[in-house]
């Protein structure tokens, strides 16, 4: 069998918000402020662009959903022309430009905005990339790690996680230019990356993430669909705040 990409996604409300402001992009499909507790997975040849995203509307501003349903359709569009660090970076200016365009005369949408991150996959290299605190994994013999780098403040001692988001795609009154976080990694056949809205990694910390996903496997799709099955039970066992939103993808030979 040809080189291929599994992604395991789902997105969720969670417990606490009335609706899903979260959208997602996997290659050409997207989900956009909808909700499964049932993992969908999804399989694609290694080769051809391919991106991964999560886009999650800001809570407290109004159109969350709407900027987040717009991101990720952007991305899904725009996936196949994507090769590279440069190319990720244009398209996300272009995504900003995009979030302020669509407030033009709707001032119901006045300064709504989303974060997003995800991945580009191409033959041997991810190009992962972010704009506020959702956040990018690498899951590999060494563990898990994080690669996607968080838009906010230094936390105080004693506290893991802010609500503070200091850059976002929209979010302003007016038009603000963004510096997006993007990187290149190496691309090895068995390798898996997690990309995840804040409901997951708010709630459930890293060391519990990585021991969710260090369990055994079968090396195959179900088995990542059961293992994202079990992220979202651990974001909603342990009060499911906010939206949930998590895709996992796998490299395979």
């Given at each position: 069998m040809a080189a291929y990409i599994a992604v395991s996604a789902l997105s969720h409300e969670g417990l606490v918000r009335e609706h899903n402001e979260d959208s997602l992009a996997v290659g050409p499909w997207t989900l956009c402020a909808t909700v499964t507790a049932n993992p969908q997975t999804l399989l694609f040849p290694l080769g051809p662009p391919c991106v991964v995203a999560v886009a999650d509307g800001l809570g407290g501003h109004p159109g969350g959903e709407v900027a987040s349903a717009l991101v990720a359709r952007r991305l899904a569009a725009a996936g196949g022309g994507l090769d590279g660090e440069e190319a990720v970076r244009a398209e996300l200016q272009e995504c900003?430009?995009?979030?302020?365009?669509?407030?033009?005369?709707?001032?119901?949408?006045?300064?709504?905005?989303?974060?997003?991150?995800?991945?580009?996959?191409?033959?041997?290299?991810?190009?992962?990339?972010?704009?506020?605190d959702s956040r990018v994994y690498r899951i590999d013999g060494d563990g898990l790690r994080r690669v996607s780098v968080d838009d906010s403040p230094p936390l105080p001692p004693g506290r893991r996680t802010t609500s503070v988001v200091t850059q976002t795609l929209g979010g302003s009154l007016g038009l603000t230019f963004v510096e997006p976080h993007v990187r290149t990694e190496p691309?090895?056949?068995?390798?898996?990356?997690?990309?995840?809205?804040?409901?997951?990694?708010?709630?459930?910390?890293?060391?519990?993430?990585?021991?969710?996903l260090a369990r055994p496997d079968e090396g195959s799709g179900r088995a990542d669909g059961k293992a994202a099955f079990e992220l979202w039970k651990a974001a909603i066992e342990a009060g499911g705040p906010d939206n949930i939103t998590l895709a996992l993808v796998r490299i395979g030979a």
């Open positions: 900003n430009r995009a979030v302020y365009a669509a407030t033009a005369g709707q001032p119901e949408l006045a300064a709504m905005g989303t974060t997003v991150a995800g991945l580009v996959l191409l033959p041997e290299r991810a190009v992962a990339f972010n704009v506020g691309l090895v056949p068995g390798d898996r990356y997690l990309v995840c809205s804040d409901g997951l990694t708010d709630p459930v910390p890293e060391e519990e993430l990585a021991e969710l």
